[in-house]
Structure formats: C-alpha cells, structure tokens
C-alpha cells in the first residue's frame, strides 16, 4: 500500500491551471504507480449570479493572453463576446466532487476546462455543468438535484476548510504527504520531470 499522498490542488475555472494541464497530466500519469494522487478543489470565486465588472473582464483577458504567450495553450476568445461572464467558480467545484464519487474527476474537470477555454461556453451556468455531466455519463436530473443540494455545499466546505490547512499560496499548487510530513512541491509549467524528480527525491 502507499505511504505517500500528493494532492493537486486547482479550480476547475482556474486559467493557470488550464496552462499547467498538459505538464500536470504527464506527471500524474509517471506517479500513479508509486504514490496516492489527489484532487481537491480551491473554490477560487464564490457563488455569484452579478455579471463580472468590466475591469475585471479586461484583467482576465490579459491573464489568459499572459499565459497563451508563455506556455502555448491555446483560449477561445469568443467566450467574452458570446458568454456573460460571472466571478463564480463554485458550482463547477461542486461538480467535480460530485464526478469524484464515481472516479470520473478527471474527466469532469477536462470537460470543464474544454467547455469553457476552447469551446466559449460558461461553467459558472449550471445548466452547462449538468450537459457537461451528461456528455460523460451522468444522468442530468440527478446531477442537476445534487448539485444543487445543501450536502454537496456542505461537502464543498468542507474541502475548503481542508485547503486552507495547508501550505499553498495559490492555485493550481502540489503538496506531497510523506511520512505525515507536508511539503509543498514548486508547480514547474513546462516541465514534469523536475518535479518528479524532486517529488521522488523526498519520498525515495
């Protein structure tokens, strides 16, 4: 059985986490056979049904631009002329705690961030979430009633309660548990392997 845990901790709405996902995955998949990997959620924006002030708009722009140049991920810009943006990343938290019940996180999340960085569409919408859902194998009415339910809100608070435990400063951010030793791991963008190498390097 392993010992060790590393927690990945981002928001499905988080567009750093967008540009990390390809160097994420790659060093997931080299550290599943060998230690615990787990998802918890950062819950970056509360509930919010007011649309997003224009200064706000116009900083995420430039965001997603910043990271596009950097690490080569690609944004859908029509999501701010065909969406009305709303600073509410919770309901697509909720939804990948409901997808991680069934082992389906994952595919939660990627579906969340194809939707809303490549496909223009709005994650802060529940009615998205849920056709998100169906598109991986949920059934909608009753992934539409628990998302809306005051125990998975509970359950959401929970987590961030959890998060804010441990030595993070921001999203997305990696902590190994070694040893019920916490040690934050640095997020390197472009390149898995250092951070293999330096996760290995503790737990070895």
Not at 111 to 126: F, G
Not at 145 to 169: G, H, R, V
Request: glycine share 4%.
């Amino acid at each position: 059985m392993f010992q060790s845990k590393l927690i990945y901790i981002h928001d499905p709405m988080c567009s750093w986490c967008w540009g990390y996902a390809p160097t994420w995955l790659k060093l997931k998949e080299q550290l599943e056979h060998r230690i615990i990997v787990e998802y918890k959620v950062g819950g970056l924006a509360a509930d919010s049904q007011q649309p997003m002030p224009k200064a706000m708009k116009e900083m995420l722009v430039e965001t997603w631009h910043k990271i596009q140049k950097q690490l080569g991920i690609q944004f859908n810009y029509d999501f701010w002329r065909n969406c009305e943006p709303r600073r509410s990343t919770y309901p697509a938290c909720r939804a990948a705690l409901i997808a991680r019940k069934t082992n389906k996180e994952a595919q939660m999340i990627e579906a969340i961030q194809h939707a809303y960085y490549l496909n223009a569409q709005n994650p802060s919408d529940e009615i998205t979430l849920v056709e998100l859902a169906e598109g991986i194998g949920f059934e909608k009415t009753a992934f539409a009633d628990e998302l809306a339910s005051l125990s998975l809100n509970n359950e959401l608070s929970d987590e961030l309660n959890f998060i804010k435990t441990l030595p993070i400063n921001g999203f997305p951010s990696l902590v190994l548990i070694h040893n019920n030793s916490y040690y934050p791991i640095a997020v390197d963008y472009t390149d898995w392997q250092s951070t293999y190498d330096k996760i290995t390097s503790i737990i070895d």
